[in-house]
């Protein structure tokens, strides 16, 4: 009977003698990775993430999974078998026997169509931390991680080399099944093979059949010139390699772009707050201010500047991201007011204050104007 032949162990792709452990990590693995609200509509992956939490239920319980070790899944078929062995009842297995419709479905065949490519293996994301400098001028930097390669043993096909695959019971070698979805008839891939229609007779020891084993890695990683914080950079098969010899997928650097000491961003604009005494601001002035890129650049302070006011230097921010030409460098005064003046200083600014007409400054002297009318006097 075909249907017994499905392995819940090749499911959750952990060895006959695994651990509770190991299977309770296997198996949320796979339903991190096939759970619907990851994989909207995809009815695959739906199918697999059932098959998979079957697969748990059986296994995560030693009796079950000692009926399961010996009768295969004749243990917890309905009708047929008589109820199994091991006084299971249907009830104790929830929705298994849902499962195992959708499963197994109807008839199998469907014969001639094409056997499914293996998947590919999963991607990568790695978080890597630069400074806002790193960013402007780019850089070439080199990370490690542990990705999981080909295995070399047996070149990613998973059996012990000198041996090789069967055709798969449940699908025929098809490498898809027919199952019944409400009123209709859906053909899929054959969660026993993967769709690949073969299987492996003596799983390579190095990879456990996996294809792939997890190696520590060198991988150069460009930065262009202009990242910002939330730039994704793709390294295309750099990710994980597939199973048994499937596509590897993609590794992602995400970029995080450190604060600055000086300097804050917005998009290609750089933004500085400059404090200036308030003689420099009623006088005016130039200013040199290095760029990021070192250079230096002149911000000129008009005569009577006031705090908060903000002038643009062309220019003179980030570059474009993958583009051409720079942002402009934004630079906002903050006028300070002096706190420790010398004895000759205060006297030389009561001179002052002595021969101030009001004019001077006329945005106080139109507040006060208004204050006079407001309140009469
Ligand atoms: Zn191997
Ligand atoms: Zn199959």
Known sequence: MSATEIDFYELLEVSRDAD????????????MKYHPDRNPGDAEAEAQFKAC?????????????????RYGHAAFQQGGMGGGPGGFGQGDFGDIGDIFETIFGSAFGGGGAARQQPRRGA???????????EAFHGKTSQIEIEVSQTCDTCNGSGATPGTGTRG??????????????????????????????EVIEDPCKACRGEGRVDMPQTIDVEIPPGVDTGTRIRLSGKGEAG??????????IFVHVRQHSVYSRE??????????????????????????GGESRSVKIPAGIQSGKQLRVRGGGMPVLQ??????????????????????QKELLEQFRATETGDECPESRGFFDRLKEAFGG
């Open 53 to 69: 939490s079957a697969a748990y239920e059986v296994l995560k319980d030693p009796q079950k999974r000692a009926a399961y070790d």
């Open 323 to 344: 583009g051409r030409g720079r942002g402009d460098l934004v630079v906002e005064i903050a006028v300070e007011t002096p706190t420790r003046l010398s004895k000759e």
């Open 267 to 292: 998009g290609t604009t750089l933004i500085t707050r400059i404090p200036i005494s308030f003689t420099t601001a009623a006088l005016g002035d130039t200013l040199e201010i290095p760029d990021l």
């Open 20 to 31: 509770d452990r190991t299977i309770k990590s296997a198996y949320r693995k796979m339903a």
């Open 168 to 197: 798969c019971n449940l699908c025929g070698g098809i490498g898809k099944v027919r199952a019944k979805q409400g009123f209709f008839v859906v053909e899929r891939p054959c969660p026993n093979c993967h769709g690949r229609g």
């Open 123 to 133: 991607d990568l994301r790695y978080d890597m931390e630069i400074t806002l400098e």
């Open 243 to 252: 199973p048994r010899g499937a596509p590897p997928g993609d590794l992602y």
